[in-house]
């Protein structure tokens, strides 16, 4: 299968300890998206790297928070000093770049997530 | 800024019920509109969309049209089944690059 692959899938840690989940995405999909989504919502936007470009971060994501996407393939998003308001489970998902005024929409293909649980 | 205001849930149905979950959408511009589900203990997966006013997305017997007078994306099947029930999510891409998704609606299909 080459799906969207996330790993770990289960995390738990303690207060003020360091995290870091990673992403695989589908191989020829330029684009890479991580979300959050807590109990009940739906999942909310914190950033997506164009090949190895981080093209936009939302507010949400605090300078805890660090995302990188060193050479257009895999991702890793850092949580540093974890808090318990970091509990949630973290998607990533990947698209491909259509030019400008190709037919189609950006289609996400998401992962089964990595769900944190900071005690 | 984009956004999508859905249904709450929960909605439990019976098996061969008429199933109608509201979207309503805000954006700026043209926006593709999607519908994601949710199985317990999986991933997001794309279930319809459409990419401009009047079109109809249609898959596994769900289908909803894209209304841009009313700015709605409801999603509808005419009879669910068990296996049916999940978490529904409503979204668009605007004018930002990324989805904007709206709170989720749980159904719970009864035999």
């Known amino acids: 299968d080459t799906g969207v692959s996330q790993n770990p899938r289960h995390k738990i840690t303690k207060r003020g300890q360091n995290v870091t989940f990673r992403c695989d995405p589908i191989s020829e999909h330029n684009r890479l998206y991580w979300y959050r989504q807590t109990l009940g919502q739906g999942p909310e936007f914190l950033t997506y790297?164009?090949?190895?470009?981080?093209?936009?971060k939302s507010r949400l994501l605090s300078d805890r928070f660090s995302a990188e996407r060193p050479k257009g393939s895999f991702s890793t998003l850092e949580i540093q000093r974890t808090e318990q308001g970091d509990s949630a489970m973290y998607l990533c998902?990947?698209?491909?770049?259509?030019?400008?005024?190709?037919?189609?929409?950006?289609?996400?293909?998401f992962g089964a997530g990595s769900r944190l649980t900071v005690l | 800024g984009d956004s999508v205001t859905q249904m709450e849930g929960p909605v439990t149905l019976s098996e061969e019920a008429f199933l109608t979950i509201n979207c309503t959408y805000t954006?700026?511009?043209?926006?593709?509109l999607f519908w994601y589900v949710q199985y317990p203990g999986e991933g997001l997966q794309l279930l319809l969309k459409?990419?401009?006013?009047?079109d109809k997305g249609s898959n596994k017997g769900f289908e909803a049209t894209y209304r841009k007078e009313t700015t709605s994306f409801h999603l509808e099947k005419g009879s669910v089944q068990v296996s049916d029930s999940a978490v529904y999510f409503c979204a668009l891409s605007g004018s930002a690059r990324q989805l904007t998704f709206g709170s989720g609606t749980q159904l719970t299909v009864l035999p």
């Open positions: 459409a990419t401009k006013a009047d």
């Open positions: 790297f164009q090949n190895e470009a981080q093209l936009e």
């Open positions: 954006a700026t511009g043209y926006p593709s």
């Open positions: 998902a990947s698209s491909i770049r259509r030019d400008r005024g190709a037919p189609g929409a950006n289609v996400l293909t």
